[in-house]
């Protein structure tokens, strides 16, 4: 951008639908568009701090270690040829596969929690892998110490608080992340400081609070990638009516949220913020279990559907569609 702005980038939760976030960096990435601060709940903390924690040169290819395929058979073969019904079941096998296995370098395979349960880990499957993949692929010092500020969100299970871990106030660490993604019953919460800490989308999937209630003084473009959309065609099965029911459940916690926000600024000349909600719309092949089919097929198509959807963002920027102009919120789908 040619002019002084403030670029936040704001990830929602989503699990193996976070590819596509990574495809929307990607785009913003080719063409200069620097985030100065990434906030994230669950799948987006994970994405934000593969980015913040990486040097600008390497971060597209930490993306890519994060998000390849971990495996190499029948269910991760591009099958170009497939009709739809045999690709919803290659993407149904796909998410039952890892329902059983887990996913290596995320979470173990199904009752790989420790049994018997403690008091307060009950879980299906654990997470300590996630701890040594952030440490291995996320250089902490710059995440805390770089030019990018990061953010992750949580919730406190025993009092409902939202929590929020920033690198402008404390130091963060690999168990923060981890906390932000454990979706209970899947995942174990985590202590941090004393408190069992769960799933930042519980409270707010995608995450808004954090900059529009302290948004930059500069004219601040927020740019919002959401995993699960609001708007889906009428369920047909019983695997379909579940499926949107999660994408009701979390992105109308989104629409609510961007409601308010417009109204508390509503009226106000202070601050300048536009913001661009940017959803993963084309799911039209997804499949009920989509959050767990990390199959690589699809994390390549999610891929390349979220570098579209940023390349639409550049272009909105471009023709003017978008504007950072207008005192107050504006709010902006880019579909």
């Given at each position: 951008?040619?002019?002084?702005v403030?670029?936040?980038?704001?990830?929602?939760g989503?699990?193996?639908?976070?590819?596509f976030?990574?495809?929307?960096?990607?785009?913003?990435?080719?063409?200069?568009?620097?985030p100065?601060?990434?906030?994230?709940?669950s799948?987006?903390?994970v994405?934000?701090?593969?980015?913040?924690g990486t040097?600008?040169a390497?971060?597209?290819?930490?993306l890519?270690?994060?998000?390849q395929?971990?495996?190499?058979?029948?269910?991760d073969?591009?099958h170009?040829?497939?009709?739809?019904e045999?690709e919803?079941?290659?993407?149904?096998a796909?998410?039952?596969?890892?329902?059983?296995?887990?996913?290596?370098?995320?979470?173990g395979?199904?009752?790989?929690a420790?049994m018997?349960?403690?008091?307060?880990?009950?879980?299906i499957?654990?997470t300590?892998?996630?701890?040594?993949t952030?440490?291995?692929?996320v250089?902490?010092d710059?995440?805390?110490?770089?030019a990018?500020r990061f953010?992750?969100t949580a919730?406190?299970?025993?009092s409902?608080e939202?929590?929020?871990?920033?690198s402008t106030?404390?130091?963060?660490?690999?168990e923060h992340?981890?906390?932000?993604?454990?979706?209970?019953?899947?995942?174990?919460?985590v202590?941090?400081?004393?408190?069992?800490?769960?799933?930042g989308?519980?409270?707010?999937?995608?995450?808004?609070?954090?900059?529009?209630?302290?948004p930059p003084?500069?004219?601040?473009?927020?740019?919002?990638?959401?995993?699960l959309?609001?708007?889906?065609?009428?369920p047909?099965?019983?695997?379909?009516?579940?499926?949107?029911m999660?994408?009701l459940?979390?992105?109308?916690?989104?629409?609510?949220?961007?409601?308010?926000?417009?109204?508390?600024?509503?009226?106000?000349?202070?601050?300048r913020?536009?913001?661009?909600r940017?959803?993963?719309a084309e799911?039209?092949?997804?499949?009920a279990?989509?959050?767990?089919?990390?199959?690589?097929p699809?994390?390549a198509?999610?891929?390349?559907?979220?570098?579209?959807a940023?390349?639409?963002?550049?272009?909105?920027?471009?023709?003017?569609?978008?504007t950072?102009?207008?005192?107050?919120?504006?709010?902006?789908v880019v579909?």
């Amino acid at each position: 951008m040619t002019r002084d702005v403030a670029v936040v980038l704001v990830l929602s939760g989503g699990n193996a639908l976070g590819a596509f976030q990574a495809g929307v960096y990607e785009a913003l990435h080719e063409h200069d568009l620097k985030p100065e601060w990434i906030i994230g709940a669950s799948v987006g903390a994970v994405n934000a701090a593969l980015i913040a924690g990486t040097p600008e040169a390497r971060r597209i290819e930490t993306l890519r270690a994060f998000w390849q395929a971990h495996a190499v058979g029948p269910l991760d073969a591009a099958h170009p040829w497939l009709s739809s019904e045999l690709e919803t079941s290659r993407r149904t096998a796909a998410a039952a596969w890892t329902a059983v296995a887990g996913r290596s370098g995320v979470f173990g395979p199904l009752l790989s929690a420790q049994m018997p349960w403690s008091d307060d880990r009950p879980s299906i499957y654990e997470t300590d892998q996630l701890t040594a993949t952030l440490e291995r692929l996320v250089d902490f010092d710059l995440l805390n110490g770089g030019a990018c500020r990061f953010t992750a969100t949580a919730v406190d299970i025993a009092s409902g608080e939202d929590v929020a871990f920033d690198s402008t106030q404390r130091r963060i660490a690999a168990e923060h992340i981890r906390a932000s993604a454990a979706l209970p019953v899947l995942f174990p919460p985590v202590e941090v400081d004393g408190r069992w800490l769960v799933d930042g989308g519980l409270s707010a999937n995608l995450p808004l609070d954090p900059v529009l209630g302290d948004p930059p003084a500069r004219p601040t473009l927020c740019v919002a990638v959401d995993l699960l959309p609001l708007s889906g065609d009428r369920p047909r099965t019983l695997g379909e009516a579940a499926g949107r029911m999660q994408d009701l459940t979390f992105a109308a916690q989104s629409s609510r949220s961007i409601a308010r926000w417009q109204a508390v600024y509503a009226g106000r000349d202070d601050h300048r913020v536009a913001l661009a909600r940017l959803p993963y719309a084309e799911q039209r092949d997804e499949v009920a279990g989509k959050a767990l089919d990390f199959s690589g097929p699809t994390l390549a198509r999610r891929w390349t559907a979220g570098h579209r959807a940023g390349m639409r963002l550049l272009e909105a920027l471009e023709d003017g569609s978008i504007t950072i102009d207008v005192p107050g919120l504006t709010a902006t789908v880019v579909a």
